[in-house]
C-alpha cells in the first residue's frame, strides 16, 4: 500500500497515453493497445521473472505490427501474436532466454532508432494535417509538400504537445503528472475551442475488438511473421528486463521465466484483440522511480487501466489525433538515442548501428535487423581473425611481436613480415595469441626452420598458452639453437631478453649487451600489462586506500608486490637503503620517512605498518664495515646505531660454543628488523595507535637465496608455512 499503490497509479497515467499513441502508429483499433496493456500489467505482471518490469504494447513493435496488418489484415495479425506468444512460452521452457541475449545491442538498438525515425516520419504527416504515405522514403519524400501548405488548427495542436512534453520535465510543482498525459489533456482544450477536434474513435470499447483468425497466404511468410514477433518482442523484453535489475536492489530477474510469462501475455492479448505485448522501458523506469517494490506495481497498473477504459472510455474520444500523432513523433525522436552510439563508439560498433538504422528506415525492419545482424558477425569474424605483426631491430637483435588469432588468413602478412628479417640475426619472436592454426603454424615452422640453417637463432616466447610448443611436438629443430620457454613478467631482463641462449645466474649476466633499458621495458609494460591492468587503475585513478605501510630496504632484489602477492593499491610503501625507520627525537620535521608513516597513518588511515628486512643486506655489511665508506651512506647509517648496539650485546650473550642463526650479517638484518619496531613506537601518533588497538606493527625477513618469507613471531623469525592443496 505504501509503494506499490502510488507507484501504479504514476504507471498507469504514463501508460494510456501511450498505449493508444502505439496503436494508431500500429493501424490497429485504438482498443487493441490498451488490451495489451491490461493483460501486460496483469499477466505478465503476475507471472514474470522481474519484479519491477512493466510490459505493455511496444513502440518497437509498431512497424512490423503496420506491416502485418498490412499484409494479413487485423484479424490475422492477432493469431500470429497468439502463435508468437505459444513459441516465446517454449523458449521459456527449454530455457533458452540467455541466448537471446547474444543478438548485439547495437543491432537491438540501430533496430528500435529505425523504428524511432520511420514513426517520426508518419505522424509528422498528422501532425501537419496529411496522411502518411506507405514507405519512410516516401514519406521523406513527400514531405517537403506537407510543409509548405497551410494546415491551420492542426499544425498548432501537434506544436503544442511538442512544446508540453519538453518543458513540462522542467516544471517542478507539476512532475507528479506524467508529460505524456499532461500533453495530450492541454492539447485537447484549444483543440475543442477551435471545434477541430478530429476524434479518436473508440466507439464500441472493448465489445468492438474481433476474434483472431488464421492467416492466409504462403506458409512461408507466415512463420517469418510468427519468427519475427517473438523474437523482437522477446529479445527487447530481456533486455528491458537485464536493464531493470541494474535500476533497483530487489531479487534479481529470471529471465526463463520473464520469456515465458511474456508468452503467455502475448498469447491472452492475441486471442483477446490487443497487440504484441513485450516489456517497456519507458514504463519500467517510470515503475521503478516511483517507488515500486514488486509485482503488485505492475499488476495494479493493468487494473486501472481496464477500470478507466470500462468507466471512463468516453474521455478518450476528446484526445485529438494530432496530439496522439505529435506524441508518437516525439517518442520516435527519442528512441534514436545517440548516448547508445556514443558508448558503442569504443567498442567500435557504431557502424552496425547506423548501418542496422538505415535499413530498417529505408529497406524495412526485417531486412535492416538482417543488415545488421550480417554486419555484426562479419566485424565479430574479423576481431576473431584479426591479428597484429610487428617486426622491428634495435640493438642487432631483431624482436618481432604477434598479437590477436593466428590463423591462415594471417599467413600473408606474418610471412612478409618475417622476410624482412636479414639471415643470420637473433630474433626474439613473441607470440601474444590466442589460437594458432596449422597453416599458420606450419608457415612459421617453416620460416623458424630456414633462418635456422641459416645461421640465425629465434627465440620464442608465448604468453597465453602453448600453441606452438604443442604443435612442435616436442620435436626438436636445429639442437641448440632453438629453445621455447615461457618469459615471466617477473623475471630479471636480461633473463627474458637472452637470444639463442640458456639462462644464466645473474652474475654471469652484467657483461650481456642485449639487456633493454627503462624505455624497452615500458614499452613491454604497455603491450602486455597495460591492456589488462587499465580498467582496475582507472577506478582508483583519483584515489588510494591501501591497508599497509610497508618499509622495506631499496635493494634490487625485493620487490614488495612479488613477494606479499599483491596489487595496486594495497601497499603504501616507503624504501630506504637498510629499511631504517628514524627514531622520532633524531628525524628532522622533513625527514622521507617521517613523512610516510605520518601520512600512510593520519590520511590513508592504514592497519598494518609493516618493516622488511632481508639476507645479506649492503647497509648491514657496512654497518659491521664489510662494505665501502661512503659519506652520504655514513651519515644515513646514524639511524641503524641502536641496531648494531643490539647486535653486539646478542653476540656477547652467546655461549662460546653457539654460532647463533645463520652467518652475522644476516643475525645483523633480522636484529634490524626488530629495532626498527621498536623506533616506530618512539612516534607518539604510531604509539598511541598501537595502545588503542588501531595500528598494527608487523616484522619480515626475506631470505633471498632460498625465496623464503620468515615473520617476526615472539620466539624469533619463523617461515611462513606454504598453503597446500589437496
Known sequence: ?????????????????????????????????????????????????????????????????????????????????????????????FRVARAALGVSPAVVHGMLAGVGVVIALSQLHIVLGGKPQ???????????????????????????????????????????????LAALLIAAVPAALFGCLTKVDLSGGFSSLQHPMLPQGEVLAIVSAVLLVSLLAGVES??????????????????????????????????CGGLPVAGVVVRTTTNVRAGARSRWSTVLHGVWILLF????????????????????????????????????????????????????????????VAIGLGLAALL????????????RESGGRWRVVVSGSLTFLAVPRLTRALAAIPPGAAVALDLDIDFMDNAAFEALQAWRVQHERGGGTVDVDEQHGD??????????????????????????????????????????????????????????????????????????????????????????????????????????????????????????????????IEYAVSVLKVKTITVCGHSGCGAMAALLGKAPDLPGLRGWLRHAEHSLERFHSAERSLHPDENGEGEPLDRLCRINVIQQLDNLRTHPLVDHMVRDGRLELTGLYFDIGAARVHVLEREGFTPVPEMRTH
Open 1 to 93: 500500500m505504501r509503494y506499490d499503490v502510488p507507484a501504479s497509479l504514476v504507471v498507469f497515467l504514463v501508460a494510456v497515453p501511450l498505449s493508444l499513441g502505439i496503436s494508431v502508429a500500429s493501424g490497429a483499433p485504438i482498443a487493441a493497445g490498451l488490451v495489451a496493456a491490461v493483460v501486460g500489467g496483469v499477466v505478465a505482471g503476475a507471472l514474470g521473472g522481474s519484479v519491477v518490469q512493466v510490459s505493455g504494447p511496444a513502440a518497437g513493435l509498431a512497424l512490423v505490427v503496420s506491416e502485418l496488418v498490412h499484409t494479413f489484415g487485423w484479424r490475422a495479425t492477432c493469431m500470429i501474436t497468439v502463435f508468437a506468444g505459444a513459441l516465446q512460452v517454449l523458449l521459456g521452457v
Open 309 to 368: 477504459t470500462v468507466c471512463f472510455g468516453w474521455l478518450i474520444a476528446l484526445i485529438p489525433m494530432e496530439a496522439l500523432a505529435a506524441l508518437l513523433m516525439f517518442i520516435g525522436v527519442q528512441m534514436v538515442n545517440l548516448g547508445h552510439a556514443r558508448n558503442l563508439r569504443s567498442h567500435r560498433e557504431m557502424p552496425i548501428y547506423f548501418v542496422t538504422m538505415g535499413g530498417v528506415v529505408l529497406i524495412g525492419l526485417a531486412e535492416g
Open 380 to 391: 565479430a569474424l574479423r576481431r576473431l581473425t584479426g591479428v597484429s605483426v610487428q617486426a
Open 467 to 596: 600453441w606452438y610448443a604443442t604443435a612442435v611436438g616436442g620435436t626438436r629443430v636445429s639442437a641448440g639453437k632453438t629453445h621455447t620457454r615461457h618469459d615471466r613478467w617477473w623475471q630479471p631482463w636480461a633473463h627474458r631478453r637472452t637470444a639463442g641462449a640458456p639462462e644464466q645466474p645473474l652474475e654471469s649476466q652484467e657483461s650481456q649487451e642485449s639487456v633493454p633499458d627503462l624505455l624497452e621495458g615500458t614499452r613491454e609494460f604497455q603491450r602486455r600489462t597495460a591492456p589488462r591492468m587499465r580498467p582496475l587503475l582507472h577506478g582508483m585513478a583519483r584515489e588510494q586506500a591501501p591497508s599497509h605501510l610497508f618499509i622495506a630496504c631499496a635493494d634490487s632484489r625485493i620487490v614488495p608486490n612479488i613477494i606479499t602477492a599483491s596489487g595496486p593499491g594495497d601497499l603504501f610503501t616507503a624504501r630506504n637503503v637498510g629499511n631504517l625507520v628514524p627514531r622520532a627525537a633524531s628525524a628532522p620535521a622533513g625527514e622521507s620517512v617521517t613523512a610516510a
Open 134 to 180: 506507405s514507405s519512410a522514403v516516401d514519406n521523406l519524400l513527400t514531405l517537403p509538400y506537407q510543409i509548405m501548405n497551410n494546415h491551420g488548427h492542426a499544425v498548432m495542436i501537434g506544436l503544442i504537445t511538442i512544446m508540453v512534453m519538453l518543458v513540462w520535465g522542467r516544471l517542478p510543482k507539476v512532475r507528479a503528472v506524467p508529460a505524456p
Open 238 to 271: 530481456l533486455l528491458t528486463c537485464v536493464a531493470s535489475d541494474r535500476m533497483h536492489p530487489g531479487p534479481r530477474a529470471n529471465l526463463d521465466r520473464e520469456l515465458a510469462a511474456q508468452g503467455v501475455a502475448n498469447v491472452v492479448s492475441g486471442a
